[in-house]
């Protein structure tokens, strides 16, 4: 079974792989990750294979929803030994192909790569991000084995997870409604591993704008989470979020979250 798992949004892998030197290949190269959940790949099966083919051949496996929209979505996860089983999707006639979902089991242990897109306060975006939401929490309650669900939620749960806290009570990403569904998936028996390991604290946080100097403030959010139903949740023992030294190092908007498990 693995040990650690990482998840990140790569926010388009064949830029993020593109950074010759500093970008996502290195760091696939150097991590000590055994399952890595990626998100926002934004490309089809076949530019994500060539982006990363590198990393394929040197041994890492790849299991990858393909976006329905160009340059859309687009979720993966990259393995050490190959899956014994890969579903895309949860069962969801609207979702399904968009995606945004994809599990892969491993002998004991089942993970899945999420991506939740960000919605917009009061639009039709917004209502499509509570459905999806919805029917991905009727599929998580309905896991009863080993599972661990990695990726971009665009929620910041509590006032701990989001710098800004006041100034997006009304955003999307810090929604009432967006919130009280972790609460919901919480209160069904999941465990938000990287909260528990930092209990009390602002972040550690995940994603930061472009804009400003919010990643050398730290002026951030925490969106992407680890979320472990079954016994492997009680083995988790070490989080951390691998940002960057410095801005002009940075290969993606997020950091990638990692979590070692005993």
């Known amino acids: ?23 996502m290949l290195e760091w696939l190269a150097a991590t000590e990750a055994d ?37 859309r979505a687009g979720v993966g996860i990259l393995s050490r030994r190959a899956p014994t089983a890969v579903r895309t999707g949860f069962g969801s006639a609207e979702f399904d192909g968009s995606g945004r979902y994809v599990e892969a089991d491993f002998e004991d242990l089942t993970v899945a790569s999420v991506y939740v897109h960000t919605g917009e306060a009061d639009t039709p975006l917004q209502d499509e991000k509570y459905r999806f939401l919805n029917e991905l929490g009727a599929h998580l309650k309905s896991r009863i084995t080993d599972f661990v669900i990695c990726g971009d939620w665009n929620v910041a749960h509590t006032e701990l997870d989001i710098k800004n806290w006041k100034g997006n009570v009304k955003n999307a990403g810090f929604l009432p409604g967006e919130r009280a569904w972790i609460d919901d998936i919480l209160a069904a028996g999941y465990v938000d591993t990287v909260r528990t390991l930092h209990p009390g604290v602002p972040g550690p946080y995940s994603w930061w704008s472009y804009r400003g100097r919010a990643y050398d403030n730290d002026a951030g959010w925490r969106i992407d989470y680890h979320l472990a139903r079954g016994e492997v949740a009680g083995r988790a023992k070490q989080a951390v979020v691998e940002k960057a030294a410095t801005y002009a190092l940075r290969w993606s908007d997020h950091a990638p979250v990692t979590v070692q498990y005993r």
């Open 35 to 71: 399952i890595i959940c990626i998100q926002e790949t934004r490309a089809t099966d076949a530019q994500t294979r060539a982006a990363l083919a590198p990393a394929l051949a040197s041994g890492w496996h790849l299991s990858h929803a393909e976006p329905a929209l160009k340059g």
């Open 1 to 23: 079974m693995a040990n650690i798992i990482s998840t990140v949004n790569v926010n388009g892998v064949r830029a993020a792989t593109g950074k010759v030197g500093k970008g």
